[in-house]
């Protein structure tokens, strides 16, 4: 595997190295395995947390167990994105406030805001994001990054771009103060990804043409997502930047190149945690593939789409699901299907549009401010 050049790397260890004390130094190993846990190199720490357990077990210490919870709930994050990374991340958080452990709890408090910002549970996002701003001292840049993150997600879900750029600036300074190339990686893919996504809605939603989103420099951001990880030296989810490509290619209307990404790269990326995303991701290749030729294919994943369509996944996935399929039923002549969808699509729409507006009432009743 290829060697992680990583600024933070280097300072964990430099201060495990200089450390006489077992809890400190278990402590800073924890945090070195999530370093490299977050650049890909999960057999590597995996390795490093295990042996943290074991000595834990002989040695039991508050300050190591919740952190040993803590980096359990991110690798359960960073794998599947399963329900134990909220469970044991909590548990983190439970004893960090108890035991007044201060950098630990604004960690695990942003993270749950992330957690709960992934699963559009609004006010418990609001609510966590309060309890890091509380907690996080003004150099914190760990626990402030990841809150600077999520309420830059938060804004732009709520449709306010302008300030999800103040959070995300804000984001990228903390990042970049702890030399956290992982940060700033996840921060690009992040900015790509919601860029992404407004694409696609306004394309389904005919706001502007395949020409236009060619021109708006999309490809741009997830290659340079790509490139930057390739000279850090690793990405915990290598699979999930050439499906942002072949969302933004489909878009484009290069169908043949995104159909090859989709194929190569989103039965990986789904069995790592994009199922409950996946309807319209395989409506997306569904459409790729009625547009290349393959007419038949294109109508089985299609009906495979919508047989994944998840009613618990975000709403404008059930929408731009909806969307696609309408599209592809009518370029295959099937007026009825066709219809059927697009009622369910603009139903969804209304739904998210609903849904937008409530989560910017949130945010401006909330009153926080990047810092």
């Known amino acids: 595997m290829k060697r992680l050049k990583s600024r933070l790397l280097l300072r964990l260890e430099g201060q495990i190295a200089a450390s006489k004390n077992f809890a400190a130094s278990s402590c800073l190993k924890a945090q070195r395995a999530l370093v490299l846990a977050r650049h890909g190199h999960m057999a590597e720490a995996r390795e490093q947390l295990t042996e943290l357990h074991q000595l834990a077990f002989q040695h039991p210490h508050p300050e190591v167990g919740a952190w040993l919870h803590f980096a359990e709930g991110l690798m359960s994050y960073y794998t599947d994105f399963s329900v134990a990374a909220h469970e044991k991340i909590a548990h983190a958080y439970a004893i960090a406030k108890s035991a007044n452990l201060a950098q630990l709890q604004a960690l695990s408090a942003a993270w749950l805001a992330q957690i709960a910002y992934v699963q559009h549970q609004q006010v418990e996002m609001v609510a966590f994001a309060q309890a890091c701003d509380a907690a996080a001292a003004p150099d914190d840049h760990a626990a ?10 938060a804004h732009l879900y709520a449709g306010q771009e302008p300030g999800a750029r103040g959070w995300f600036a804000k984001a990228r300074v903390h990042a970049q103060a702890d030399g956290d190339d992982a940060a700033i990686s996840a921060l690009m893919y992040n900015m790509a990804e919601m860029r992404t996504a ?8 005919s706001q502007f043409s395949a020409s236009a989103v060619a021109n708006s420099g999309l490809l741009l951001g997830a290659d340079s997502v790509s490139h930057f990880d390739a000279v850090v030296g690793g990405s915990v989810m290598p699979d999930l930047t050439p499906v942002l490509r072949a969302q933004i290619l489909t878009v484009e209307g290069d169908f043949a190149q995104a159909r090859s990404l989709f194929e190569a790269h989103l039965p990986q990326a789904m069995a790592a945690g994009l199922s409950r995303l996946g309807s319209s991701l395989l409506a997306d290749l569904a459409w790729c593939r009625v547009n290349t030729g393959q007419a038949e294919q294109g109508l089985r994943q299609a009906q495979e789409a919508e047989l994944e369509l998840d009613p618990h996944c975000d709403v ?9 399929l309408a599209q592809i039923y009518a370029a295959l002549g099937d007026a ?36």
């Open 144 to 153: 402030r990054y990841r809150l600077c993150t999520v309420m830059g997600l």
């Open 198 to 205: 407004q694409a696609r809605r306004d394309s389904l939603l």
């Open 336 to 371: 009825a299907n066709a219809e059927r969808h697009a009622k369910s699509a603009a139903a969804e729409w209304a739904e998210f549009a609903s849904q937008q507006a409530a989560w910017g009432q949130a945010l401006a009743a909330a009153g926080m401010q990047p810092r």
């Open 316 to 324: 404008d996935d059930r929408a731009i699901t909806y969307s696609r």
